[in-house]
């Protein structure tokens, strides 16, 4: 009963351990599934938007950076700004402006409105106080992404890029590319670096840092350049048909799977034998009790003929003795009569 349970146990704890290996890669291409399907649903609505929408659309969100200029506190939106900011390139209704691809690091994410933290566990957040991602003179558009999370890779990967990387992003059908011109690594607090600087166009991305402390900022600022022939291309999420991740972890735990059974196996099969070779042991030592017992009575009557064979007198005197023995008694027993 006890190696029943041990093995039920064993199998568990292997189980629970394939679990936690195969999170990681299960959920990332699940989240990658889901982002395919945020992208394309974003796509077809371009698709379907006639020339006068899109302009539109456009136009006001380029009106929106200009707007941003002039306001007194450019950290801080009242409600009819943030409501205001909310329907900027809002094309499908949940939030998506677009996507961003660093091809350095292989990322395809989405782009949403606010950092809330549903939205980074999803995708690229928009830092609301910063201009929209359409680019032009004068604008700052900042994106956040988590590092490190369990469920998706996102950003873990941006401390990766260099000077002179570029990344793009995708607004409706415009293709914005930014050259990457300063890394810096600063306080949670300090966000002076992702102020508009006049006349430039800049984007910056953001994440936590280092790994698993998160208590300083990655910034990897970009200036806008021209696109290039690669840029233009038109990609859907790469990661969300990537299903190496998938398909490789369960091939490295079938090794660990296999191992598991043969342990078992052997374990069960040295059971076998242990019982086995315990019975034959069993049988050895009842052979041997009755060989014992038998070679104790040969050896006392082997010792018995070996003293006969060496001391022959001592029969007789023993056979003499018996006789004396009975004529004495029958004397005394003549002598009894006589009486």
């Not at 209704?93 to 677009?98: A, E, L, S, T």
Request: glycine fraction near 6%; include cysteine.
């Amino acid at each position: 009963m006890k190696g029943k349970l041990s093995n039920i146990l064993l199998i568990l704890v292997f189980f629970a351990g394939l679990s936690l290996l195969l999170y990681p890669s299960v959920s990332n291409y699940w989240n990658s599934l889901h982002t395919s399907r945020v992208v394309s649903s974003y796509s077809e609505e371009i698709r379907n938007m006639d020339r006068e929408e899109y302009d539109e659309i456009w136009k006001n969100a380029a009106a929106y950076n200009q707007s941003l200029l002039q306001r007194q506190n450019p950290y801080i939106l009242d409600d009819a700004q943030r409501e205001m900011y909310r329907s900027q390139l809002n094309i499908t209704g949940g939030g998506v402006m677009g996507q961003i691809e660093i091809p350095m690091i292989d990322c395809t994410l989405p782009i949403y409105h606010t950092t809330d933290e549903a939205v980074l566990q999803v995708g690229v957040g928009h830092i609301e106080w910063t201009s929209l991602p359409v680019g032009g003179e004068s604008t700052h558009c900042a994106l956040s992404g988590h590092t490190g999370l369990p469920s998706a890779q996102l950003f873990t990967k941006l401390n990766k890029l260099e000077i002179g990387d570029t990344f793009v992003m995708r607004i409706l059908d415009e293709v914005l590319t930014y050259e990457v011109d300063k890394i810096s690594i600063v306080n949670p607090d300090e966000v002076a670096g992702l102020l508009i600087e006049e006349g430039k166009d800049l984007c910056t991305l953001v994440t936590c840092t280092p790994y698993g402390l998160n208590t300083h900022r990655l910034l990897v600022r970009g200036h806008r350049i021209e696109n290039t022939p690669e840029a233009k291309t038109i990609r859907i999420i790469s990661d969300a048909i990537r299903i190496e991740p998938v398909i490789v972890a369960p091939i490295a735990a079938l090794p660990m799977l296999l191992v598991l059974f043969i342990l078992l196996f052997a374990k069960g099969k040295r059971k076998s034998r242990r019982a086995i070779k315990e019975q034959f042991l069993d049988t050895i030592r009842l052979d041997d009790g009755m060989e014992a017992q038998d070679d104790e009575m040969i050896s006392d009557n082997t010792l018995g003929i070996l003293k006969e064979e060496r001391d022959p007198t001592a029969q007789e005197d023993t056979t003499e003795n018996s006789d004396d023995q009975s004529s004495g008694e029958g004397k005394e027993h003549g002598n009894e009569q006589d009486q």
